[in-house]
């Protein structure tokens, strides 16, 4: 079940290399992404985020701040997987493409390290 959360200008939503729990839909406000000690992107109402760890369970990529109050829609990692199972074949494409965008990410940011 969804749950609506409220966080205030500079609190955490989620923190690089935590366990996922749940993902999240902003509903109002706004949120900054952080990568490796980099502001990376800016997200917006109807913005998804913490997706990526909800359908993988993989540790938080990324660190998520409020840049002004925000509200958002929660759901729980277990009730997600549970939803997306209920059809196999969307269930497994959305799986891939997450696999997709993980590895080119972590291709992205080695790259960025080594200076390529």
């Given at each position: ?60 990529s990324?660190t ?43 291709k992205?940011y ?7």
């Amino acid at each position: 079940m969804n749950k609506t959360k409220h966080f205030k200008t500079g609190e955490v939503l989620i923190s690089e290399g935590d366990i996922p729990k749940e993902m999240f839909l902003i509903r109002k406000g706004r949120v900054r992404i952080k990568k490796k000690g980099k502001w990376v992107a800016d997200l917006k109402t109807g913005d998804f985020l913490g997706e990526m760890g909800a359908l993988d369970r993989h540790p938080r990529s990324a660190t998520a701040v409020a840049i002004e109050d925000t509200t958002v829609s929660a759901l729980e990692v277990d009730e997600l997987e549970k939803k997306l199972q209920e059809n196999p074949m969307i269930y497994h494409l959305v799986k891939s493409l997450i696999k997709r965008l993980r590895e080119t990410n972590r291709k992205l940011y080695s790259e960025d390290e080594t200076g390529s």
